[in-house]
């Protein structure tokens, strides 16, 4: 398993830890969560799902473990930007340049971006590559 290259991950849960639509992990993403998790690595959710569905999702799965926070749409927190924003404050990181968003949308991306964090595209859900333009970093395939 390659190194986490960041000591704080964000990661988005559709179509990026999840194939999309479903509750099925990613192949191969669970071993890379353990291993990080294992290394010291940090890692969070941010999912525009509702935060009681993603931690439902997140516990059902045996991940709770990996997870510092799991954030999810709520009462006034709606869209990307606002679930990332959760997901820092309940993590209590302050973004800088060993902090990582992942996801599989431009939404991602651009939430990213907006809070000072390495963006990590990934198109293994069958984004094209060219929908997330911005990122510092595109991962077509699920990092060993
Ligand atoms: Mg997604």
């Given amino acids: 398993m390659q190194t986490c290259p960041w000591s704080c991950v964000v990661w988005d849960l559709d179509g990026t830890l999840l194939v999309r639509g479903g509750v099925t992990p990613v192949e191969g993403i669970e071993a890379v969560l353990a291993a990080w998790a294992a290394a010291g690595v940090e890692m969070a959710v ?11 999702v997140v516990d059902d799965l045996g991940w709770s473990g990996w997870f510092v926070h799991v954030a999810g749409s709520g009462p006034g927190v709606v869209g990307k930007d606002a679930v990332v924003a959760e997901a820092l404050l309940g993590a209590g990181w302050t973004p800088d340049a060993h902090t990582a968003m992942v996801g599989d949308s431009p939404a991602d991306v651009a939430a990213a971006r907006r809070h000072g964090l390495t963006a990590v595209g990934v198109t293994w859900s069958g984004t094209p590559v060219g929908a997330l333009a911005g990122a510092d970093v595109i991962w077509s395939r699920v990092p060993s």
Wanted: aromatic residues 0%; proline residues 0%.
């Fill in 46 to 56: 941010a999912t525009s799902a509702s935060t009681a569905l993603a931690r439902e």
